[in-house]
């Protein structure tokens, strides 16, 4: 089996530290507000907000109530949101898009369905 020169084998090492270098400087840690409400007629409990890096919990809304969540997440995400009330656990699929330049604002609404609506929308300057 051939042998690699030495100095490729140096510039295969540097390569990959370089490239663990720009990932971890490409992921950075953003945070973004969202306004989660309940507008259902029914109290709901451990609701889970979740994401690219992030998982949030609240434990309780009352009906018609809302709060204000704080996510930090990384690079590009959407939110995943699950929740009991009466006893069943309702999940709905990932909606929505914010990316991490901190410049977004959401809200996440349970409506009287039980279903979930999520919007971002960026923020003005």
Same mark, same amino acid.
């Given at each position: ?10 510039? /295969? ?17 953003s !945070? !973004? ?6 507008? /259902? ?13 992030f998982?949030?919990? !609240?434990?309780?809304?009352?009906? &018609?109530?809302?709060t204000?969540? /704080? ?14 009330? $009466?006893?069943?656990?309702? /999940?709905?699929?990932?909606? &929505?898009?914010?990316?991490g ?9 349970i $409506? ?6 999520? !919007? ?6």
């Open positions: 089996m051939p042998r690699s020169h030495p100095l490729l084998r140096q510039l /295969s090492h540097t390569g990959g530290i370089l490239a663990t270098v720009v990932m971890v400087a490409c992921t950075r840690t !945070t !973004t507000t969202v306004h989660l409400r309940n507008d /259902s007629a029914e109290d709901i409990r451990n609701i889970v907000l979740s994401g690219h890096g998982r949030v919990t !609240t434990p309780r809304l009352g009906a &018609g109530e809302g204000d969540v /704080s996510v930090a997440f990384e690079g590009e995400s959407d939110v995943a949101v699950s929740f009991v009330v $009466k006893g069943r656990t309702v /999940s709905t699929p990932r909606q &929505g898009y914010f990316e330049n901190g410049a977004y604002t959401g809200d996440v609404v $409506k009287s369905d039980l279903s979930v609506a999520a !919007t971002f929308r960026l923020l003005d300057y």
